[in-house]
């Protein structure tokens, strides 16, 4: 499994992760900031007094646990929630829970609220108030009932004891006695008072099941609201951390679902396992005031003339077992800087004392002209229309040894021109003049694209990255291969400088040199102390422009703040 392909999101979208966390996190702690701590107290009740039962039954501990959902049902309805806050005088109430403990019969009403002392009146009046409403409350009439049944008990339970002390009393003097008669007299006395002591029992138990301490159907508080001191919440740091990790966790997704709706390549495996060929070349983007530069000419201290420079022994090595006549330079779509990779490789290969023959085969959209400052009034169309000869219509470029063939006035029917007999003989006459025929071609989205591939010894493909669309490179390689075309390489270009170091893994050639030596460069409207070629020397060109060209008859390096040259017509 490559992970490399679901950690490319997290990557390439870290800055909206960062700032996803950051938002939710700095948000979560100015709401905390605003919050007043929280209280929280609670009061517990207990059903009947079968706690206190030496021998409680089954029956009367199931019956206790129905008696405390329905209470703790009645103490979360609204009958006690008003009778609560008319007692205390109060509006509202803060919120509460009253709740049946598992496998008991007590109950719990826990209150939260931002003022302590608040917490614990509503705790405390709210147990008041549910035993009021429970059998054991003070009801009118009540209370003579009980205070007589409670004098009955008393009495009989001074009874109850005097008669057990009279039996244990017998029972004593039974042991002693030696007459049958004295014996069977004292014998009939204590099943007298055993039968007594039972009748006393059983009156006892039936008025005690009617008082309060006996009923099972009985609410008493067992333990108080206590006033906190300690506030339960709000945890602000759990509360930032949580917030910020959902923040986390959306923008993850949000980088996963762009990756997804986003179809552009985005790494150099992805490109080749969509293309099938290597990655040769890699090129930065290059900063330049100009884009229409050449700047392995221009700046040849500039970083990104060394990565030219890589991608022109790439290049030799690819052909070392076919050597190369014919290279076409394309791309899937438009505005990927082929022109500017075909123009710039070109000077390059030529600085290795080879003739090279720069061909503008884009008829469409013609762009060569621009790069090395000649007209595009007199080009390759011109010899379709049989009005010039190929040898009528070459320029040499004089800052090394490389022709060009402009494209000349588009044509209305491009596609079929490149696609005829003539332009095979063309590409014929041109490899014998040269060592090597660079052909700028046209994207793939029109036909002429296969048309020229189909022609040439390879093909060297110019993709951006987050540019060049994934599908956009599955039709173009379904056109090459039905063309029969080879695919030389691919080259990346505009790459960041970052992401250039991390797919090289080199450091960044600027790195290499020193920035006096080329962070200037751009920077037109200055002399400076460096080799210059026409056209790019200003002066140079301007005499062009004013239709009296000049070239070198000889150079002279001058020391100081100007170039001294000597100037021919």
Known sequence: MDLNKYILPIRRWWWLLVVATLIAGVSSYLATLRQ????????????????????????????????AQNYAEIANREPVRIAT????????????????????????????????????????????????????GDQSGEQDRQAFLQTQLDNLQVQITDTEEEIQNLRILLGEMDSARQIADTRSQIATLEAKLTDLQGIYSGLLANTQSGAVNSLSVIEKAFLPDQPVGPNKLLTIILSATIGLSFAVLAAYLLEYIDDTVKSPEEVVGLTGSPVIGYLSEQHLKDVNTLFVAEFPRHPSVEEIRSLRTNLEFAGVDQPLKTLLITSTDMEVGKTSVAANLAVAISQTEKNVILLDGDMRRPNVHNFYGFPNNLGLSDVFRGEFNIQDIVKDWPGGSVIVVTAGDPPPNPAELLGSKKMSQILDYLTKLSDLVIIDGPPFIVADAPILASKVDGVLLVIELGQTRAPAIRSMMEQINRSGAKIIGVVLNRLPTKKLAYYTGNLNYASYYSKNDWEDIPKRGKERNRFSFWPFNRQAKSEMDSGNPRVFEEVDFIEGDSDGFSWRD
């Open 36 to 67: 007043p701590p929280i209280y929280q107290t609670m009061t517990t009740l207990m059903i009947g007094q079968i706690i206190a039962d030496p021998n409680p039954t089954g029956a009367e501990f199931n019956l206790s646990r129905q008696l």
């Open 85 to 136: 806050k008319e007692a205390l005088g109060l509006n509202w109430l803060p919120e509460y829970r009253a709740v049946a403990l598992p496998n008991g019969q007590f109950i719990e009403i826990s209150v939260t609220d931002t003022v302590p002392e608040r917490a614990q009146a509503v705790a405390n009046e709210l147990a008041r108030q549910l035993v009021l409403r429970s059998p054991s």
